[in-house]
């Protein structure tokens, strides 16, 4: 997921750039973004099922779900994010 985002932010001009006088992209590449959205949703998902399993299968209170509810939580804030820039 993060090589995604970082495929799809845009380009920081550095002093090599500006003595060669490159081309940079400057505005957000829309199919990298577009991927990401869809990375995120799956992860989303993932977490989702892994949640709704873990009450239907978990037999003790004391099983591990936060890092189920963690990546569910960071994939929505992602989401969020990515969608305010598109």
Known sequence: MLLVFHRAQ???E????????LDLRTAWDIK???YLIYTIIIG?????????LGMY???RQS???KALII????????LVISIFVL
């Open 57 to 59: 299968r978990g037999r």
């Open 63 to 65: 099983d591990h779900k």
């Open 10 to 12: 845009p380009e920081f």
């Open 14 to 21: 550095s002093f090599f750039d500006r003595f060669y006088k």
């Open 32 to 34: 990298y973004l577009h």
């Open 44 to 52: 989303i998902v993932i977490s989702l099922s892994g949640l709704v």
């Open 71 to 78: 990546t569910g939580v960071l994939s929505l804030i992602m």
